[in-house]
């Protein structure tokens, strides 16, 4: 038998149910808009700033790039056939060229861009340079490493004085003074390093490919090298420049000097010069046991002037004898 008062306290429960069921909806719904709204707080108190749209950085412009300067057209094309020599020479010679000193057409030719250590031939750049730098008139500290030097020299250079710069040259160019090199690459560079640095630098803006130096004087041979082509290049500068075709054209020199006697005497090594071997003005030679008997000569006889580069030559002074009587005969018509 079911017991009324149970069926009674049933009923009352659903009923207490059905009236919960709207007020938990009404709580969650007001739980889910609380919720939306801690949400959103952080977006209403930090609005949105729109930033105008960056530039697009501007196109950088192309570097300036230095145009190649172009090699030399001197000592770099040959004589008409007709102009042409061809010797027979005695002993050995690596490298060497006959060159027509005015025009740079090539005579005679052998290994003319092989790249060769060059011993005092550098002194030919060295003078180049010098005088572009500095005046005649300029006076020459002499300072100890100028005194401390190794291979040829003027010697009686006085340590601590200043000297005239014009007879340095000649110290430098006829008796290939190591010390006059030094005195002058302080003199116009500050220190030997800067004035090599200045050596090079004159050797790009003349277009040469095969040459470096790594001293004023051309007593290291190691980064110090050459080749016939360019030596003639800078033989050219020597002779056209009037100072220095007055330097390397002297047999010998006697200059006023503060040394004790109040004069220096200096004698050029250039074995034709020496020999008095006809027309003959210049220019410099070089030896050392990488570098061989190096020469650069030249000769003018009328209206022919011709030059003569060797290279780690056996027998110089036959060798420029050679070549150059050959240059004289075919060019004999010009005198």
């Not at 041979?221 to 075709?245: F, I, T």
């Not at 034709?272 to 070089?286: F, N, S, W």
């Not at 003018?300 to 004289?328: C, E, K, M, P, Y």
Request: glycine residues 8%.
């Amino acid at each position: 038998m079911i017991d009324r008062g149970d069926v009674l306290r049933g009923g009352t429960r659903r009923r207490r149910r059905r009236r919960r069921a709207p007020l938990l909806m009404l709580l969650a719904l007001v739980v889910a808009l609380a919720a939306l709204l801690w949400l959103m707080a952080p977006k209403a108190s930090s609005p949105t700033i729109e930033r105008p749209a960056a530039k697009p950085p501007a196109p950088t412009p192309p570097k300036a790039e230095h145009p190649a300067i172009p090699p030399p057209t001197y000592a770099a094309r040959l004589a008409p056939p007709s102009e042409r020599v061809n010797p027979r020479l005695k002993l050995g010679l690596t490298a060497g060229l006959l060159f027509d000193v005015r025009t740079g057409a090539v005579l005679w030719e052998r290994k003319p861009d092989r790249e060769l250590a060059i011993a005092s031939l550098t002194k030919m750049m060295t003078a180049i340079v010098v005088v572009a730098r500095s005046k005649p008139s300029d006076r020459v500290l002499i300072t100890s490493a100028a005194t401390h030097f190794t291979g040829s020299g003027v010697g009686l250079l006085p340590r601590g004085k200043r000297v005239p710069l014009v007879p340095l040259l000649y110290g430098l160019l006829l008796p290939s003074g190591n010390d006059a090199a030094i005195a002058l690459a302080q003199h116009v560079a500050g220190d030997q390093r800067r004035f090599v640095a200045m050596m090079n630098a004159k050797a790009r803006e003349l277009g040469l490919r095969c040459t470096h130096f790594s001293s004023p004087s051309g007593i290291v041979d190691r980064g110090n090298y050459s080749c016939a082509a360019e030596l003639a290049v800078l033989a050219h500068l020597v002779l056209k420049q009037p100072l220095l075709a007055r330097v390397v054209a002297s047999r010998s020199a006697v200059l006023p000097f503060p040394i004790k006697g109040g004069k220096l005497y200096l004698y050029n090594n250039n074995p034709l010069l020496l020999m008095r071997y006809p027309g003959i003005d210049g220019v410099k030679t070089g030896f050392t046991d990488a570098s061989g008997q190096c020469l650069v000569a030249s000769a003018r006889r009328g209206r022919t002037w011709l030059g003569v580069v060797l290279l780690h030559s056996a027998d110089t002074i036959d060798q420029a004898q050679a070549l150059l009587n050959a240059g004289f005969a075919k060019m004999r018509f010009r005198a």
